[in-house]
T-cell receptor
Framework: DVKVTQSSRYLVKRTGEKVFLECVQDMDHENMFWYRQDPGLGLRLIYFSYDVKMKEKGDIPEGYSVSREKKERFSLILESASTNQTSMYLC????????????FGAGSRLTVL | AQSVTQPDIHITVSEGASLELRCNYSYGATPYLFWYVQSPGQGLQLLLKYFSGDTLVQGIKGFEAEFKRSQSSFNLRKPSVHWSDAAEYFCAVGATNFGNEKLTFGTGTRLTIIP
């Protein structure tokens, strides 16, 4: 089975800090995604990547950036964390088949104080 | 752009009773459709998917869903729920044009099971 690993399950940061959320997948998937999940809003796509060094904005990219230097790793960066970025962040990956089946990590819950 | 509506925020069902979770989508053609489940503190797990063909699809854990083009719906059903089915359920729609592999999710339905 594909495994998607998010290295930090829980983080607490202060306003203005730079935050890195790391995600690694182990099955050579082409596509990787970052979603944030908030109660009542479901999952909203922040950024996604079709290939190494490629990235595309999702629906809510403001305040975030991403990095994909290696195929298996997709990092989400909060340049200057704010309290409204307190959320659950979910990483996912999928094959480059157009079939859209996502495999998710367990999530990273970020609290910004 | 595609969109998904899950009209029920929270549903409570007795153990052993039947279940139906509603999902309506908006997309210009026949989309890819998915149901995912999220147990507390966990990521999302795929329950089932519809790509084409038979409109009634079977998934894991005894769930099924039916694609109804005329109603733009993809409702999830289970004939008899178990306490372990308590979770949050997300419907998602994916575009079928190449190069647009992202999914759009609904806001989720939280399922509570009472003994």
């Amino acid at each position: 089975d594909v495994k998607v690993t998010q290295s930090s399950r829980y983080l607490v940061k202060r306003t203005g800090e730079k935050v890195f959320l790391e995600c690694v997948q182990d099955m050579d998937h082409e596509n990787m995604f970052w979603y944030r999940q908030d109660p009542g809003l479901g999952l909203r796509l922040i950024y996604f990547s079709y290939d190494v060094k490629m990235k595309e904005k999702g629906d809510i990219p403001e305040g975030y950036s991403v990095s994909r230097e290696k195929k298996e790793r997709f990092s989400l960066i909060l340049e200057s964390a704010s309290t409204n970025q307190t959320s659950m962040y979910l990483c996912a990956s999928s094959l480059d088949s157009g079939a859209n089946v996502l495999t998710f990590g367990a999530g990273s819950r970020l609290t910004v104080l | 752009a595609q969109s998904v509506t899950q009209p029920d925020i929270h549903i409570t069902v007795s153990e052993g009773a039947s279940l139906e979770l509603r999902c309506n989508y908006s997309y210009g053609a026949t989309p890819y459709l998915f149901w995912y489940v999220q147990s507390p503190g966990q990521g999302l797990q795929l329950l089932l998917k519809y790509f084409s063909g038979d409109t009634l699809v079977q998934g894991i854990k005894g769930f099924e869903a039916e694609f109804k083009r005329s109603q733009s719906s993809f409702n999830l059903r289970k004939p008899s729920v178990h306490w372990s089915d308590a979770a949050e359920y997300f419907c998602a729609v994916g575009a079928t044009n190449f190069g647009n592999e992202k999914l759009t999710f609904g806001t989720g339905t939280r399922l509570t099971i009472i003994p």
